[in-house]
Each structure stands twice: as C-alpha cells, then as structure tokens.
C-alpha cells in the first residue's frame, strides 16, 4: 500500500473511491451537517435524502464506523462515508481505525485507490498533522493480509492519497514529511506481522536468527547468532533446557546492535520472548487452540521490528536487541518438572511447570544483556502469561516497572501509538511467591494468584537494579476467532506486531544522557 498527500480537494480527485468522515450529531438534532453540502451536490440530493431517511447517521457500533456508498453521477467512481461516532469522543484512533474500515470496507469490490478527504477527519481535538499520521497507519495497516500460502488473493486498495483541499494545503509540506514517517514506521509493521505469522515449521529459531542476519546486512547492524554449542560455553541454561526437547529446531540467542543516532544517546536494551513453538513441553498443554502458540515469538519478532524501525529512523539512543529463541517441545530430550537449571547469570531456576518455560529464556537473554553492555534501561516483550488476557483482556498488555520514568515513557509512547498498555504493582508478596526451597528461584507458583505478575517477580531477578519495564502482550500480540470482532480494522487476523510502533516511539522520545 502506498500512501501519498495531495494538495487538491478530495472531490475533484480521481480516485476509485472519495472518503469522507461524518461525525454522528447530537440526539434530536437532525439537521443535515454543512460539512456534507458539496458531497450532495456531488450525488444531485442523494446524500440529503440518506440523512433524511436516517441510513446516515455517523454512529459507530461494537467500535465500527457506518459505511454508506454512493455512485457518483459523475462517473467518478464511488463516495463513501464512514462514520466517526459523536465529535465529542473523536480521537486519533477513530480516525485510525477508520481509515483502516474504508480500505477494508472496499476489499474485493474493484477498487484500486482511495482519496481521504482530510478536512473530514480534522476537529478541536484531532488536528491536521495528527490526523494525516493516523490516516496514513490505518490505510497501510488496514490492508494487510497474510497471503503468504494462497494462491488466489482478493483485490484490495493499492494506493490512498490524503487530500488537504484548500483548508490545509498550506502546510502540504509539513504533511507530505508525517505520511513518509509515518508510512516508513507501518512498513516495518507490516513486515512483523509478515514474519509473526509464519508457522513453527518454517520459523524455527535458526530462521528467525537468519532474518536478524539479513537485516544486520540490510541496515549495516553488527548481529551475533549463539548456536546450542556457544550458548553451553556461556552458560545460558534456560535456553538449553527449555529448547532442548526440539530435535529439529535447536535454541538460538541472536543480539543485533544499532549504534544510536545521537552522540548523548541512552543505551536502550530490548529482550523479546521467541518460542517459535509452545506446546508447553512435558507440562503439555491442551490440544483446542495449541495452533496459536506459534504466535509465542512475538515478542522476539517484536524486537527484530523495533531494530528494523530503529535503523530506518534512526533514532537517538544506541539499541540492543536479544532474541532468545528455541521450541517448547516434549521429546525424551525435554526438560522436566523438577528440573534444576543455571542461567546465564549464575542463578538456579526451579522448574515446577515446563509451560512456565518463557520466563525461563529470558532469564538468559536479561542476564545477557544486563552484564555485557550495561544498558540504561532494558524492556523486554513477551507473550508470557494466561493471566495477563485475565487481567487486563485482549486489547492492554500489562507493564511492569522497576522505575516511574520508564514506565511513563511507555505509557506516553502507547498513548501516541495507539497501543493500550496498564501498569500493574510489583510487591514482596509476588517475589515470595517465586521464592524455592531449594534453588535461587521457581518458575511457576505453589498458589495460582497474580499470574502475570508473580512471572515479572521471576524476571525481576535477571535485571538486578537496572531500570527495566516488562511488556505481557499475549492478548494483544494476535487477534483470534474469539475475539475477532472486537478488533480495530487496522488489525488483522493472525499477528499484530503489538509494541513495534510504541516502543519505536519510545525510543524517538527517549532523553539523552546528561
Ligand atoms: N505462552 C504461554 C502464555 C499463553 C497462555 C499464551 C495462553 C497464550 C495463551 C506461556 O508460556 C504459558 O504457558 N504460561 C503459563 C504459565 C503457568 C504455567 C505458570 C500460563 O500463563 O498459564
Ligand atoms: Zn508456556
Ligand atoms: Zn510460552
């Protein structure tokens, strides 16, 4: 999808299909709203007539906009409304998600192009620029499909052009520079969500390093890979336990490396969560739904896309990205419940639950990063416990922060991104919880209380005092049949690459060092 400004009148263009917004108006009011006077012109009173016979109302319902088209007698194509909910509740997602409900909305039905007639989706609370950012990430997230193993694919909208009209042509400039920022940033989106989806047999964590390899090369990154022999040497135990069940898909570490755009620039260290397969090991998990947990590598994916956003607008601080990568398996070679393993940083993990294996991972890769280059802070993202979509549902990742300044750095980018993330409390009582009786940690508890976050309680013991902020994404990370229809129209089935664009953000934002 390819996203363009232009300075004309979104009217005049010729586009397969003119979108406009339309706001829904105050109960009783049912006067028809000015701002679609030229459209009625436009289609010789048909557009009165819809509001008159209340087919066009603006509403939105179960957090979808009304669509109404239109055949232009001009024969320009189609006009097509969407509806904006009340002007009181008008956001930047609104406008997100509906661009991404046109692009959608006209899926299959013959069209190429889409002109968005901007002043339509501009009010008091959602200006120009704010406005053409979200017009621009919904259209190109909007119109991703994973279309990798079909043969035969549905048209869809190929190109979408913002059009300024004379309200706001002034700044065509300005404007044309966010579309091109904005369209760089959903790229890399799009190619996460591309690498997300794929499945555990195609991406096994040798593939994934791989992809960490062609991009190291791509952007110039310095990328190490850490096969099963290396990692024995450094003694990354988790990695070796948890993916030592997978005869066919050994563990990998892989650190990639972007220098920082700025001379003062932090060193942010991003650790994601990459069990290219979780089947839960010998603690097996339950067949009805296990095709999902090849999505248990967002997380790592993640990180590769923050990397690859990172290079591609280089952003100020130095970023280190760790992948800790391997298949959750049961084999005779697997790890058992019982199990004692040493991480990288010399701590003993009691394994009570092989299904609890992603906290064991990343013990190494935090490990890792906090001893080898010190990082001034450290995120890490991963799909990483059942109680986070108990908690906090399909749409908010859970955080959890050793430090307020981080924290409200990420709450602050997710507010920009679109991203919901709640912070959670970290109290003694969680780290009791992870306390074992005969090791320096367990990796699942005796009770069943704060799942999500009793497991950062585990993590916690990798970063030491280091600032550090846990991302649990596994509701947002993919959509299911399940929740499906809750979803925004900028997501798709499958993987989301949730956390790509917010932590991207993030790092734009983050302070330099004093
Ligand atoms: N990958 C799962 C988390 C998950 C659970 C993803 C459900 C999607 C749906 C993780 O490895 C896991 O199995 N966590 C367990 C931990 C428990 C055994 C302590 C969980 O949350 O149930
Ligand atoms: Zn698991
Ligand atoms: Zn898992």
Redesign the pocket.
């Known amino acids: 999808m390819k996203v363009q400004v232009d300075r004309r009148d979104g009217l005049t263009a010729a586009a397969d299909v003119a979108a406009v917004g339309v706001f829904e108006r105050p109960e009783k009011d049912d006067t028809f709203p000015r701002s679609l006077q030229r459209e009625d012109e436009l289609l010789h009173g048909l557009v009165k007539a819809a509001w008159a016979r209340k087919e066009v109302k603006g509403r939105r319902k179960e957090l979808k906009g009304e669509i109404t088209v239109f055949h232009r007698p001009d024969g320009k194509g189609r006009l097509l409304l969407v509806g904006l909910g009340p002007r009181s509740k008008f956001t930047v997602d609104v406008v997100r998600r509906a661009a991404a409900e046109v692009v959608k909305g006209v899926k299959g039905k013959g069209a190429r192009t889409v002109a968005f007639c901007l002043p339509s989706f501009v009010a008091e609370n959602v200006r120009g620029e704010a406005a053409v950012a979200a017009l621009t990430e919904g259209a190109i997230l909007g119109s991703y499909q994973f279309q990798k193993y079909q043969a035969t694919t549905e048209g869809q909208v190929e190109e979408a052009t913002i059009h300024l009209g004379e309200e706001f042509s002034r700044d065509e400039a300005t404007l044309k520079k966010v579309a091109a920022g904005q369209a760089a940033l959903d790229d890399v989106v799009l190619w996460s969500r591309e690498i997300a989806n794929l499945p555990a047999d195609t991406a096994s964590p040798q593939r994934l390093a791989e992809e960490a390899l062609a991009l190291g090369k791509e952007f110039g990154l310095k990328v190490s890979v850490f096969d099963e022999k290396k990692l024995a040497e450094m003694g990354c135990g988790g990695l070796l336990a948890v993916g030592g069940g997978s005869a066919s898909h050994p563990p990998r570490m892989v650190v990639l490396e972007y220098p920082g755009g700025a001379r003062r620039g932090r060193t942010v260290a991003v650790v994601g969560k990459g069990?290219t397969f979780?089947s839960?090991g010998i603690?097996i998990?339950d067949a009805p739904?296990m095709q999902?947990?090849k999505?248990?590598k967002s997380g790592a994916v993640a990180v590769l896309g923050i990397l690859r956003a990172a290079a591609t607008l280089k952003v100020p601080p130095r970023v280190i990205g760790v992948m800790c990568c391997a298949e959750?398996v049961p084999s005779g070679t697997s790890y058992r419940p019982g199990d004692v393993v040493r991480s990288y940083n010399g701590k003993t993990i009691e394994v009570l639950?092989t299904?609890?294996?992603?906290r064991v991972v990343l013990s190494d890769g935090l490990g890792y990063v906090v001893k080898q280059y010190r990082p001034d802070e450290v995120i890490d993202i991963a799909?990483?416990?059942?109680?986070q979509?108990t908690a906090l549902g399909d749409d908010t990742a859970g955080l959890i922060s050793n430090d307020d300044r981080l924290a409200e750095g990420l709450l602050a980018a997710s507010v920009v991104s679109g991203e919901p993330i709640w912070r959670m409390p970290l109290t003694d009582y969680h780290r009791e919880l992870v306390k074992s009786e005969i090791a320096d940690v367990r990796?699942?508890?005796e009770i069943p209380v704060a799942?999500m976050l009793t497991?950062a309680a585990f993590l916690e013991t990798f970063v030491g005092t280091t600032p550090w902020a846990h991302l649990d994404i596994?509701g947002p990370a993919w959509t299911s049949a399940r929740t499906w229809k809750f979803q925004p129209a900028y997501q798709n089935k499958g993987a989301t690459a949730f956390t790509v664009r917010l932590v991207t953000r993030y790092l734009e934002a983050a302070p330099l060092r004093a």
């Open positions: 069990i979780d839960g603690s998990k739904g999902e947990m999505f248990d959750n639950n299904d609890a294996e992603g799909t990483l416990t059942g109680s979509v990796n699942s508890t799942g497991a596994v």
